[in-house]
């Protein structure tokens, strides 16, 4: 067997088992209501500035990808972290896919989770300046979340999982009143 007829075979047996654990829209609507698929943009580096651009809030910023495990299980404190801070900050998520997804397995992916933040998805022509635009420490590795201040300031960067308490406390500080902010010194 040819190695790409291997992989073909092998993204057949990946597909039946996404679809066996996935219900299709038909079997969502006999046991609930189905949920309308979130639009997700596609953006190349231009747009990327241009997401990352604060607006006077703190911004948080999630790259993930539907392929990579910890994105998966990292989202639903995600969701959580945009219901609880719904308009005190902004809070966009950022796949990077591969741009065939970006009316499928993205939008299906962000529905089940009840994801109401906006999505993009990114498609550079060069990777490496995205991701040296995001931030000189990323090296590309997947999930990471970032929190910038409504100057625009990096204030909060995780490679991997979020953990849920560390992340809020940044956020809270950033939204306490300017008189309230007390300076740490390590």
Known sequence: ??????VGLLLCFAIAGVAQKNPTPADAASTSVVKKAPLVKQIDLPGLRKALAVSGKPLLVNFWATWCDPCREEFPDLVKLDVEYKG??????ISIDELSEINRDVPQFLAEMNAAMP???LKAQDDDAAITFVSKEWTGGL??????DPSGKQVYYRQGKVRL????????KLLKPANQISIQKE
Not at 88 to 93: A, H, L, N, S, V
Request: charge should be negative; avoid cysteine.
């Open 1 to 6: 067997m040819s190695g790409l007829a291997g």
């Open 88 to 93: 005190k900050i902004d809070f966009i998520t």
């Open 119 to 121: 999505a993009y998805l």
């Open 143 to 148: 999930p990471l979340t970032i929190l910038y």
């Open 165 to 172: 308490e560390v992340v809020r406390a940044e956020i809270d």
